[in-house]
């Protein structure tokens, strides 16, 4: 983390690599559970991950 955020644009890329990984988070977790709707639930996850995943941007 701390070697990409050399610039205050770093921050922008990073948000989208947090994002990225909830997003793919949320996609797994749906096709495990058989849920039909694949692309939502995205709040879940990240109550569920809040205390495992490091959020790269603050």
């Known amino acids: ?3 990409y955020r050399l610039s205050s644009a770093s921050k922008k890329w990073l ?3 947090d994002w990225y990984v909830l997003k793919r988070l949320a996609l797994f977790n749906n096709k495990k559970r058989q849920r039909r709707n694949l692309h939502g639930h ?3 996850v990240k109550k ?3 205390y495992q995943l490091v ?3 603050k």
Request: net charge neutral; aromatic share 6%; proline share 0%.
């Open 15 to 17: 948000n989208r690599i």
């Open 55 to 57: 959020c790269l941007a």
């Open 48 to 50: 569920q991950t809040q």
């Open 42 to 44: 995205l709040e879940e």
């Open 1 to 3: 983390k701390n070697y």
